[in-house]
């Protein structure tokens, strides 16, 4: 299950915007700093009209989406890599996540206390990342006091020290370890240490209802800064999210129509996350089910058989595919397979967003 760890500053909106995307959440949004103690965790289901589409087609009994998890981390404060405000504990819980979310205020509210005493979200941000950076840096320190009794006799102590050294010297430059181009060997090779600066992140600019269809000039600034990490920037309001809890699908539809927005957070968030972590979604339906997969892209139809059991990809004999919209245009399998629309796929092929897939394997 893909999992994204939601951080910022002190009453940023975090808990708020969390509780709203995990509807049966606990987690505590009150206005003080420290208010989650414990990293809240809750799964939703990821919408996808086109598996709906399916299950009708299929006349499925169930519809199974895939799931993301949410991460509620507790506020970050300047000196948290020291371990100010619980610091050091809260880092350790964004290292276990996919993708980090990182909330940043965009709203003026005289009533939400703002930990630096005013509204600054680039300000906010540096103050994240250089904290995020510096236990980084500590880390990296740690691994290559490790490595100086290997160096002398393993060639391989050798080369980690090197790509550690060329982390070490980007981060400290005020690079993420995510902006680096690095091999996939070197990648390989640092992944064990869960750096944070190596996680995607996805800045969620948290706006005011007023402002959320079009932004407003922190929006925009958070934006540009962005782009400048090769990172995702979208828009957001915690306080609508909270508000479309108890809506009904018809009612959440018109109330994000009357603020010019298509869609909600989440459907905001998941795409951002797939988009950054490279993922695709794939299909099964029939009268049993109807159901999404989650695979990155790039994967062969081996592999994606896979993710349902490993015995299909050890067994892989060949994948029998369809898009979706072709599917639906046939307006049955059956009927597909007639039209001879149905393509019989082997082990190299490619699986592509939105495919229909039935495996064939031998057990």
């Keep these: 299950m893909l999992k994204a760890g939601i951080v910022g500053l002190p009453n940023v909106g975090k808990s708020t915007l969390f509780n709203a995307l995990v509807a049966n959440a606990q987690a505590q949004a009150a206005n003080f700093p420290f208010c989650t103690i414990e990293p809240n965790v809750g799964s939703v289901s990821v919408p996808d009209e086109r598996l709906h589409l399916l299950g009708d087609l299929s006349s499925s009994k169930q519809i199974i989406p895939t799931r993301i998890e949410f991460v509620d981390i507790a506020g970050l404060v300047k000196g948290a890599s020291q371990g100010e405000g619980l610091g050091n504990k809260f880092l350790s819980n964004i290292r276990e996540v996919d993708a980090i979310v990182h909330v940043v205020r965009c709203f003026d509210d005289e009533n939400v206390i703002h930990v630096s005493g005013s509204v ?56 993420g370890a995510r902006t680096l181009e690095i091999s996939e060997e070197e990648r390989i090779l640092i992944k064990p240490l869960g750096l944070l600066t190596s996680k995607p992140i996805i800045y969620a600019t ?55 927005v298509e869609g909600g957070g989440l459907q905001s968030l998941v795409k951002a996350c797939y988009k950054l972590l490279g993922l695709r979604t794939y299909f099964t339906t029939g009268e049993k089910e109807s159901r999404a997969w989650t695979i990155k892209s790039g994967m062969k139809a081996p592999q994606a058989a896979g993710v349902i059991h490993t015995d299909f990809e050890k067994g892989f004999i060949r994948a029998q595919t369809i898009g979706y919209r072709k599917l639906l245009e046939a307006g049955s399998i059956g009927e597909a397979r007639s039209k001879g629309w149905i393509r019989s796929e082997g082990k190299d092929y490619l699986v592509e967003e939105g495919d229909v897939m039935e495996f064939l394997f031998n057990v």
């Design 120 to 175: 600054d979200p680039i300000r906010d941000i540096e103050i994240i990342n250089l904290e995020l950076g510096l236990a980084d840096l500590a880390q990296i320190e740690r691994r290559r006091d490790r490595l100086k009794k290997q160096i002398r006799t393993s060639k391989e102590a050798q080369v980690e020290d090197q790509v550690l050294e060329k982390v070490f010297l980007a981060i400290e430059n005020g690079l």
């Design 206 to 260: 948290n706006l005011s209802e007023s402002n959320l269809a079009k932004g407003n000039s922190f929006s925009e600034d958070v934006k540009n800064w962005s782009k400048k990490e090769n990172a995702e920037s979208i828009r957001i309001s915690a306080q609508v999210e909270a508000e479309l809890i108890d809506l009904g699908e018809k009612e959440r539809m018109d109330y994000l129509s009357d603020l010019g």
